[in-house]
């Protein structure tokens, strides 16, 4: 039997996953101070799960939220300020100007709190892999573990590199905002590739039970309507029409038991209709530009795939001549994997096997499990079992997700 307090403890655990990040956005914009607002954030939401069993859960649950953190944020100010006086002038300016904003953030016409958060988390005074990570750890939520094994590297670095970007926008003052119209475009290459990376972690996740994350790949189509009705620009319609194709597929992706389905093997009937005409229409708007770059060129391959009734009626040949368009724009070890697997697709798993292994030989690519999975596949697909092992247990020894072991140890069972 539920009761209520455990319906306003649930409560309480949805508004995390679903609004944190943004509650969190708004404080930082309010206090403007990464430290304080997440202090703000944790005290707020400690105050939900003692008071809202007893007094109900808000209607506005986010609004509740940012006004406890603030009012939280305030009085531990006030605490500190017999340390330090201009804390407390810093509070009493907080508590006369400072009222909860959040009501434009559900319009669309107005850049949010997190798009804002997004600009600071990117600017170019920060070091490129300072700003991925803050963005990845403040925007996205997720842990300094995640993000190393996305860069590859160890949680410590991560840690050090969040810390010193942090401190950077403190002492140097960097605005809290979306930059002007005359800025925005030189700005816009590094937000784009972070809505991007947070979508890919919502599309597929790094670690965890689940092989998607519907909260991130939501937030990040989110981000990139908000961008979009900033700035018309091709590359923004093409990086919205991508992330819409991947989502279209979503509900396909993963069996009943949340095992793994690949795209050759996925139930076509389930695919978003609704989404992929949005996006297909986005990437022809994108092209007939012809200012587009490589998002565009990637969301015409993924609306290639969307045409495509059966798996076997997909055109290889046309995402091939793509992948090439694709790689002169941006050269790229993942690019040319992925062209290599379409190469095997169009003219025979001979021809793909000898290209990614050309790609793996340049050592990019040694720690990306897919790299080594296509390669095992390839290797199945001729007959060499004894090198589809090798590959696939390579594979295995580099996946941090459940659903992604049980698949390729699946692989590997097939072949005895």
Known sequence: MTTDADAARQAVDAVYR?????????????????????????????????????????????????????????????????????????????????????????????P???????????????????RMALTLREVCGLTTEEIARAFLTTAPTIAQRIVRAKHKIRDARIPYQVPSAADLPE?????????????????????????????????????????????????????????????????????????????????????????????????????????????????AIAAVHAEAATSAATDWRQITGLYDVLLRAEPSPVFALNRAVAVAMWRGPAEGLVL?????ARGELDGYLWAHSARADLCRRLGQADDAR????????????????RFLQARLDQLG
């Open 18 to 110: 679903a609004d944190s990040r943004r509650v969190l956005a708004t404080l930082i914009g309010l206090l403007g101070d990464f430290e304080r607002a997440e202090e703000a954030l944790h005290d707020a939401f400690a105050a939900a799960v003692q008071q809202w069993p007893q007094e109900g859960v808000p209607a506005s649950p986010r609004a509740w939220l940012v006004s406890t953190g603030r009012f939280k944020a305030i009085d531990a100010l006030r605490r500190r300020a017999r340390h330090e006086a201009s804390l407390a002038a810093f509070a009493d300016e907080l508590e006369r100007t400072l009222a909860a904003t959040i009501e434009a953030d559900d319009d669309p016409a107005v």
């Open 112 to 130: 949010d709190d997190r798009l804002r958060l997004i600009f600071t988390c990117c600017h170019p005074a920060l070091p490129a892999d300072a």
């Open 187 to 299: 700005r816009l290459d590094n937000v784009l590739h972070v809505v991007y990376l947070m979508f890919n972690e919502g599309y597929s996740a790094t670690t965890g039970e689940s092989v998607t994350r519907a909260d991130l790949s939501g937030e990040a189509i989110r981000l990139g309507r908000l961008l979009l009705a900033l700035l018309p620009d091709p590359e923004i319609q093409g990086l919205l029409a991508l992330m819409l194709l991947h989502e279209s597929r979503r509900a396909a992706r993963a069996a009943v038991n949340g095992d793994v389905v690949l795209l050759d093997e996925q139930d076509r009937g389930r695919w978003d209709r609704v989404l992929i005409a949005e996006g297909t229409a986005l990437v022809e708007r994108a092209l007939t530009s012809r200012r587009f770059g490589p998002y565009a060129l990637q969301a």
């Open 356 to 360: 990614v292994d050309a790609v793996l």
């Open 390 to 405: 090798a590959s696939y247990r390579r594979a295995l020894a580099l996946a941090r997700q459940d659903p992604e072991r």
